[in-house]
């Protein structure tokens, strides 16, 4: 069955301080794997996707993700966190054809302290 | 462009009302999703509507749910009898539907649902 963990439920960090945020996930085929930002009183928004290729991604906001088959993990990065970054982040897997659905994780909520 | 929109957004119900949630997609999606976000949990998928096909109604909690789109565009959320636990924020998303690759989720900003 296909299930994303999200193992920190919420992480501090520093204005200018590097952040990691760890996604595992459990899928029967190649998954697409995606993160999602949800900003206070917004909707999400999509960081960026992976679906072959380069295992290392790029996405907006100046955020990447590396996927790594070995650990069925496709953790987010940032280099130097701003204090707009606080918000949700939700990592999410999809099937390739027809299953449309995807599955989320249960977030991780980023505060950012200046 | 237009996002995609949801209405109320926010709604206060009493136990035991039946209430309805609106999710107006963006122009030219075929996909609509719904899902359920409670407190401390992920997205919860509830449905699927893709054109013209049959819904994928898996993810609905029980029988007190239902959804349907009319028209191939708006879609309603219904649920009936409501419960304190389904107390959440309802969101709707759509899709240009190729394939969840190729046509990310759009997501409204949801409706606050509170049972009292």
């Known amino acids: 069955a296909q299930s994303v963990t999200q193992p920190d439920i919420h992480i501090t960090v520093s204005e200018g301080a590097s952040l990691e945020l760890r996604c595992n996930y459990s899928?029967?085929?190649?998954?697409?794997l995606f993160w999602y930002v949800q900003s206070p009183g917004q909707g999400l928004q999509l960081l960026l996707k992976y679906f072959s290729g380069d295992t290392l991604v790029q996405g907006i906001k100046g955020f990447e993700a590396e996927f790594k088959r070995s650990q069925s993990s496709f953790n987010l990065r940032k280099p130097s966190v701003h204090w707009s970054d606080a918000a949700e982040y939700f990592c999410a897997v999809g099937g390739q054809t027809g299953a449309n659905n995807l599955f989320f994780g249960t977030g991780t909520r980023l505060t950012v302290i200046p | 462009g237009a996002g995609v929109s949801q209405s109320p957004s926010n709604k206060v119900t009493e136990k035991g009302k039946d209430v309805e949630l609106r999710c107006d997609p963006i122009?030219?999606?075929?996909?609509l999703y719904w899902y359920r976000q409670s407190l401390g949990q992920g997205l919860e998928f509830l449905i699927y509507?893709?054109?013209?096909?049959?819904?994928?109604k898996s993810g609905l909690p029980s029988d007190r749910f239902s959804a349907e789109r009319t028209g191939g565009s708006v879609s309603t959320l219904t649920i009936q009898r409501t419960q304190q636990e389904d107390s959440a924020v309802y969101l709707c998303a759509s899709s240009l539907g190729k394939g969840s690759y190729n046509s990310p989720l759009h997501f409204g900003n949801g409706t606050r649902l509170t049972v009292t």
């Open positions: 899928y029967g085929a190649t998954p697409y």
């Open positions: 509507f893709q054109g013209n096909s049959a819904p994928d």
């Open positions: 122009s030219g999606h075929t996909a």
